[in-house]
């Protein structure tokens, strides 16, 4: 069949970025009314049964609507700015008749488009993805970095109110480059040294520049991520269709906002001090809080240029009052007792929760002949924060001491990247992506002077490449739609060289990779995937340096879907993963606390998961529409990795070092689903836990054993996630949707095992539920208002997957007001 026949006369010719992946032709025109802010109409009946290639790149409307329904014999209209109908390429659909005035009168029409708050995204995808847009991270705009993952089921950002890093947690994967996390497609992140918490992977990023996070859970399976098999997340930077309104060439976005709950903290003093926790917070609105950013763009059919500057700053906030305030705590032999939940007490200031941030976005996209862009980007992140060391506000800790305000930290990154993109519209094995970049980040740890009497102050400076392909290729077999491509990244990391707290060293990770789906009917997709990687570390001391670890692996990756109805996907996946070990793994040293280990292996896993995905529009009313993901995953780790003592490698019994223990598994369910009926929206998430076990042995050579408890002498049991975990959100539109209220509830169960060593330091948290509440008002298309309470009920009590016991903020009010010009 040919191209579709266009009509035009309302086209809008500004260009739009697309990455929609293909699937059934009523789910992708769903995506792209959604990410065009169009209303589509069509007959069911019209497109059941037909399939698309998906869409990806940066297009005008009319483009993207050419290719999406090309071989399709569908041919599209705009009747006004806002709206197309589809029909068929002869102009007529069943069962049409004409109106009065010529206009095509059809049946059983389908509406799409009209808001990219709720993303389809992951309830096309056959597998375990989320997508958080922007609007849901400011619907309760985060009180640390680590709440715009709130939206993601069995995602959590560890230590979330110890400091403003990211440290994400996958289904109970963490740190050590397990999980990928990406700003733009960029590693940006450090590991720091935490004492008995073992280690901390951190990424910075501010809140105000995320347009989007796509989250994949499991082992990669494109370009990004190589040498995690967690998970990847990457955060997409803001960019023109972000700023600009009304399809002008330009455009203003200002925002400003205050909050209360907040005090400026005090100064340092070395502990034990006289200094102590205040109390008295929760005001309604205080000047201790407040945000503000602006934000430029232009965009033409050659070119759009963005610039943005965002500034936050914050004292220290008071914890709740309202609440449980012991925790059981269990100890060597699974004995357990009772004891305060956290050194500081309900209803006080928490120290070293202040932050003063500053941040500038700068990018520019041009796009050239033949289907062909480059886009250019610099982000710089420069905050000075306050950060726990947590061993020694821990209540049940043999170093604990009572809170103290210690020397505010500091955090400054620079990131650069490049993205080029040729997609030629009429050459369907060409759709090539290459990305290449560089982060320079540098992370000054000042809590741990305390004991160390300096801070430990980490350079990593990490450089990246990818280059992929997609082609798509029509047959008379089926579809097969292959994606192909290579990545590498080097990474170098420098902390307090010549110091017990110093290492310097290298990794290197390389891989290459190709999947296949296959469609040989509309109903049915099959896939395959192949990933050869490899890795090489080394250690660059000056003195007594290690040898460096290397090693390859081949992973394969199938999957099965079936779509036996318009909108209902049926999948089932199997993945394996690799995970080398990190520069600190290999090369890092205490002198006689800490030793390499010769002997380390990288880890590897299997995952399993099936589930489905549910699209349905008009179910119960008119316009309302019905998201629905469920997925049952199980995942073994086979040689991984944990801080313990030698005795587990063959080493001598007082040198504790990373060591493999035989495995760790982690089975469990997630839910996510949306309903909108236009007046009323809800959106809820949950993750629950099955079974989660660690598999070891006493000591090299012995019979491995899974338990429900982490190993007695591993460190890193603080990365054990909550039985459960979800969030449910509610509300309404009101005044032709221009008011919206609504309210929240966030809330975890306890760790998902218990912690049955190291109990002098462990982390324990009480099951919660925060409830929030929230309201925007958009006076007109200039000019908006948003107000929130987070944590109505002042509850006192710890985060799921909390590091340094720090109590999360009690009552918090925020206000802001943003203009767009």
């Known amino acids: 069949m040919g191209n579709p026949v266009v009509s035009t006369a309302y086209a809008q010719q500004n260009n739009v970025s697309y990455s929609i992946p293909s699937g059934s032709l009523g789910a992708v025109i769903s995506s792209f009314g959604d990410r065009s802010d169009l209303q589509v109409l069509y007959p069911a009946d019209l497109v059941r049964g037909k399939v698309s290639r998906g869409l990806s790149g940066t297009m005008s409307r009319e ?135 073992g280690m901390t992977s951190r990424t910075f990023v501010d809140p105000e520049f995320i347009g989007g996070i796509e989250i994949q859970k499991g082992p990669p399976s494109g370009a990004l991520g190589s040498g995690s098999m967690g998970g990847v997340v990457n955060m997409r930077t803001i960019n023109a269709d972000d700023i600009i309104i009304n399809g002008k060439a330009y455009g203003i976005k200002i925002k400003g906002g205050i909050a209360g709950n907040s005090i400026n903290p005090g100064s340092y003093i070395v502990p034990p001090n006289t200094l102590s926790p205040r109390f008295g917070g929760n005001d309604w609105l205080n000047s201790g809080s407040h945000i503000g950013s602006i934000a430029v763009a232009t965009k033409t059919e050659d070119y759009e240029l963005v610039g943005a500057f965002a500034y936050r700053r914050n004292g220290n906030y008071f914890a709740g009052k309202n609440g449980e305030k012991l925790v059981k705590r269990f100890t060597f032999g699974g004995r357990s007792s009772w004891g305060p939940m956290s050194a500081y007490k309900p209803g006080s200031e928490i120290f070293n929760t202040s932050q003063d941030t500053k941040s500038v976005l700068l990018k520019g996209k041009f796009n050239f002949e033949n289907d062909q862009s480059l886009e250019l980007g610099y982000v710089r992140y420069d905050s000075t924060y306050g950060e726990e060391y947590g061993d020694m506000n821990n209540p049940a800790s043999i170093l604990s001491s009572p809170p103290y305000q210690a020397n505010l930290s500091r955090a400054k990154s620079d990131m650069y990247t490049a993205k080029y993109v040729w997609n030629p519209e009429d050459n369907d094995l060409v759709n090539l992506q290459a990305n290449i970049w560089h982060t320079r980040l540098s992370d000054n740890w000042a809590a741990i002077e305390v004991l160390n009497g300096a801070p430990s102050d980490t350079k990593t400076d990490t450089t990246g490449v990818e280059i992929s392909n997609a082609s798509d290729i029509d047959t008379s077999l089926g579809i097969f739609d292959i994606k192909y491509g290579a990545s590498y990244s080097y990474e170098k990391v420098s902390q307090n060289p010549g110091t017990d707290l110093g290492m310097e060293g290298t990794r290197a990770v390389g891989a290459v990779f190709t999947n296949i789906d296959y469609k040989p009917a509309d109903w049915l997709t099959l896939n395959a995937g192949l990933r050869y990687q490899g890795y090489k570390t080394s250690d660059d001391s000056k003195e007594n340096p290690v040898a460096g670890l290397d090693g390859t692996r081949l992973t394969p990756r199938l999957g099965v879907t079936v779509e036996p109805l318009d909108g209902f996907q049926l999948f089932a996946n199997y993945a394996q993963g690799w995970r080398p070990p990190s520069v600190r793994e290999t090369v890092f040293t205490m002198p006689g606390l800490i030793e390499p280990n010769p002997f380390l292996k990288p880890e590897r896993s299997e995952n399993y998961e099936i589930g489905l995905n549910y699209l349905g529009d008009n179910l119960l009313l008119d316009d309302d529409k019905l998201r629905f993901k469920l997925a049952y995953f199980n995942n073994s780790y086979d040689d991984y990795i944990i801080r313990s003592y030698g005795n587990r490698t063959g080493l001598p019994l007082n040198y504790r070092v990373y060591a493999n223990i035989d495995g760790a598994k982690f089975k469990g369910v997630e839910l996510s689903m949306s309903y909108d009926t236009g007046m009323f929206f809800a959106d809820a998430n949950l993750n629950h836990y099955t079974d989660v076990q660690y598999c070891f042995a006493a000591r090299a050579g012995a019979t491995a054993t899974c338990v429900e408890n982490t190993p007695p002498d591993d460190y890193q049991g603080t990365y054990v996630p909550p039985l459960y975990s979800g969030l449910l959100t509610v509300g309404a539109r009101f005044l032709d949707e221009s008011l919206t209220i609504g309210g929240r509830v966030n809330f975890s169960g306890e760790r998902a095992v218990k912690r049955s060593g190291v109990g002098t330091v462990q982390s324990e948290w009480r099951s919660y539920q925060v409830y929030d509440a929230f309201m925007s008002y958009e006076v007109n298309k200039n000019l908006s208002f948003n107000a929130s309470i987070e944590n109505i009920f002042d509850l006192y009590y710890l985060d799921a997957i909390s590091e340094a016991l720090t109590p999360s903020p009690g009552r918090t009010l925020r206000l802001s007001a943003t203009a767009r010009f």
């Open 63 to 197: 483009e993207a609507l050419s290719k999406l329904l090309q071989g399709t014999g569908l041919s599209f209209s705009f009747t006004n700015a806002n709206t197309v109908t589809i029909t068929s390429a002869a102009a007529s659909a069943p069962n049409a008749q004409a109106g009065p005035d010529g206009a095509l009168l059809l049946e059983t029409i389908t509406i799409s488009g009209g808001s990219i708050s709720n993303s389809d995204r992951p309830y096309e995808t056959a597998g375990s993805t989320s997508y958080i847009s922007a609007e849901q991270i400011q619907i309760v705009p985060p009180s640390s970095t680590g709440d715009i993952l709130r939206s993601a089921p069995g995602v959590f950002s560890a230590g979330n109110r110890t400091g403003q890093a990211l440290d994400v947690n996958i289904r109970g994967l963490q740190g050590m480059n397990r999980v990928a996390t990406l700003v733009d497609g960029a590693q940006q992140n450090s590991s720091t040294y935490r004492g008995y918490k």
